[in-house]
């Protein structure tokens, strides 16, 4: 399955009022949402760089929360 992933934000609350964006991965099999894994990393360009090594190394879907548990482990 040749799939597409693609950045995602969401505002979210710290429960004392202050609000931050927060930013996760989707997956596309053509234009259908397959799979969304919000609130990953509070860092744009490093939720970008992984986007970038799943599409680049046609990653499958059910390796993702692999591939993100070793990225927060770093």
């Not at 053509?30 to 090594?53: N, Q």
Request: aromatic share 10%; with cysteine; proline share 3%.
């Amino acid at each position: 399955m040749s799939c597409k992933y693609t950045i995602r934000s969401d505002r979210v609350s710290d429960g004392e009022g202050q609000f931050f964006t927060v930013y996760g991965i989707d997956v596309w099999d053509a234009d259908r949402l397959i799979m969304s894994v919000p609130d990953v990393f509070c860092g744009k360009r490093e939720t970008l760089d992984l986007i970038s090594r799943c599409n680049k190394f046609e990653l499958e879907p059910e390796h993702l929360m692999d591939v993100i548990s070793d990225e927060l482990d770093q």
